[in-house]
């Protein structure tokens, strides 16, 4: 299984990006899939997962993030709007061993991870 994660950048504050992960090696139309992140000096924190049509969010990102899937592309998605300094970490995409998971907030449920990218909000 290989995931890699891309559209990090830099943004003002207020602003938006989207972040995209490529899937391979698994079926990807059947998997939870989760984004994580991790800030300087801070552990790895949940942020989104998307099991079938169902999503879950931390708070701090609910109304401000979108997690989608396009199974066609083995494609995850996350479209970050209204972007604030606190948001700024580096970015994983990850998937379980298999398609059942019970807890899709915990990241030790999670055995692939994509290399991360970098997300930065100025204020």
């Known amino acids: 299984v290989q995931l890699q994660a891309f559209g990090g950048g830099m943004v003002q504050a207020g602003g938006s990006l989207r972040l995209s992960c490529a899937a391979h090696?698994?079926?990807?139309?059947?998997?939870?899939m989760g984004w994580f992140r991790q800030a300087p000096g801070k552990e790895r924190e949940f942020v989104a997962a998307?099991?079938?049509?169902?999503?879950d969010y931390t708070d701090s990102v609910k109304g401000r993030f979108t997690i989608s899937k396009d199974n066609a592309k083995n494609t995850l998605s996350l479209q970050m709007n209204n972007l604030k300094p606190e948001d700024t970490a580096v970015y994983y995409c990850?998937?379980?061993?298999?398609?059942?998971?019970?807890?899709?907030?915990?990241?030790?449920?999670?055995?692939?991870w994509g290399q991360g990218t970098l997300v930065t909000v100025s204020s």
């Open positions: 990850a998937a379980p061993p298999n398609s059942f998971i019970m807890d899709v907030r915990s990241r030790l449920q999670y055995r692939y």
């Open positions: 090696g698994l079926t990807f139309s059947t998997y939870p």
């Open positions: 998307i099991r079938r049509t169902m999503t």
